[in-house]
Structures are given as C-alpha cells and as structure tokens.
C-alpha cells in the first residue's frame, strides 16, 4: 500500500544505510577479490560485506531478524556498545541527504531512530552538522528494547508530540520495517545500504525507494 501523504506529520531516519552511506572506494577493493563465478554482481555484495563490516550492530539484528532471535541478539549489541572502543574513522554522507534534510525541515518534525550506539550516532550527525535538523535522537540503548521492537518509534513519536499512526520509519533494512509497522507508523525502504528490494516488501514496506532522498518525490 502507497505512503499517504495526508497521514504524514513527522518522520524517523534510521542511519546506517540510510543517511550514512558505506566507503565505495573499500567496496571496489573488495569486489575484486569476488570470483565471479560465484557472484552474479560483485559490486553489490562487496557494498553489503563492507557496510556489514563498518555497521556489525545492523548486521547482527538483520541475521536475527531472519533466525527470530531478537532478543538474543538485542542483548549481545547492548553489550557490544557499551564494551567497544570509538572508532576514529569519518562517516559518509548518503548523496543528496543533507539538501533532502534542509527541504523537510521546518515542514515535519524529524527524528534519528538508529540502533547504533549514541557516541557513534552523534559522531555522524555532528560531522555533517545534521544534528540542527532533528527533534530527536533515538539510539540503541535510548528505549527498553531497540529494533526491531517498536519502542524507538513509539518514544521518537512521544518525543515529536506526534501519535505514531502519524508518523513515517525510513530505513534500509526488515529491522527498521517490522519497527516502524510494529509501532503503527508508516514505512519507507530504501535500497542504499543493506536491504534488498524482495525482503523489505515481504516485510510490507508501504514504499520502497531507490535511495533516502527519493523521500521528496513521495512528500
């Protein structure tokens, strides 16, 4: 089912593979070590080894996604996050998302429903200076459960002032879809990070976009 517009009066972003885009330059590296007997596109699967390898938090709740070990799985990212050293490295910029965030401020509230720890989201929003745009930053350990339970979404919703029924979840993967839909809210996924177009409309995405800033077009 179509996003509807007149329902939409605030949106939540997830951030790996949503706003933060993967290292293409270390994607092309990887891809040639691909044989290409066994991989119909090495390309696309050296883009989803390297964003795995630079998000392990949406690697590890996407395979528990799929084995239904949520839980489980939840408890061994809260653990990572609070025992795992900063990375110093810069983040990357999905192409066009900072001008999309410009054009929607000020028209929705907007919030970051990431299960990435805080230090590392709040490194990404501040290198790009994205954190103005925001009325709330939701991440791993911000909610008793993180997705893909629809606690984030329920709590950026109460942040927002906006009952969840009202609100959008863009994300890449089945995690940010089953939290968004489990939560009420609308769902968008986009295919610039992990997810693959099959999984995220099995999972009953009501949009799915070639990337985040195709978001206007549908607004």
């Known amino acids: 089912m179509p996003i509807n517009p007149q329902k939409v009066q605030a949106l939540c972003f997830d951030v790996d593979g949503t706003l933060s885009d993967t290292d293409d330059l270390y994607a092309q590296k990887v891809s040639r070590f691909l044989p290409r007997f066994i991989f119909k596109d090495p390309g696309h699967t050296a883009r989803r080894i390297v964003m795995w390898i630079e998000s392990p938090g949406n690697a590890l709740l996407g395979l528990a996604d799929t084995l239904h070990l949520d839980d489980e799985m939840v408890a061994v990212i809260n653990w990572l996050y609070r025992h795992r050293k900063q990375s110093s490295r810069n983040f990357l910029l999905v ?24 230090r590392g989201t709040m490194a990404f929003l501040e290198q790009y200076d994205l954190v103005r745009y925001f009325d709330a930053v939701i991440t791993g350990l911000s909610a008793a459960h993180t997705k893909p339970y629809p606690d ?14 009202n609100c959008v979840m863009i994300g890449d993967t089945t995690v940010d879809i089953r939290a968004g839909k489990s939560a009420g809210a609308q769902t968008v996924g986009v295919l610039c990070g992990f997810g693959e177009e099959h999984e995220l409309r099995k999972m009953g995405a009501d949009e799915i976009l070639e990337d985040t800033p195709k978001l206007l077009k549908i607004l």
Do not use: W
């Open 95 to 118: 192409p066009g998302v900072d001008d999309m965030l410009k054009q929607l401020h000020g028209r929705y509230p907007m919030s970051v429903v990431s299960a990435r720890d805080e």
């Open 152 to 165: 984030p979404v329920l709590l950026a919703a109460q942040k927002m002032n906006v009952a969840p029924e």
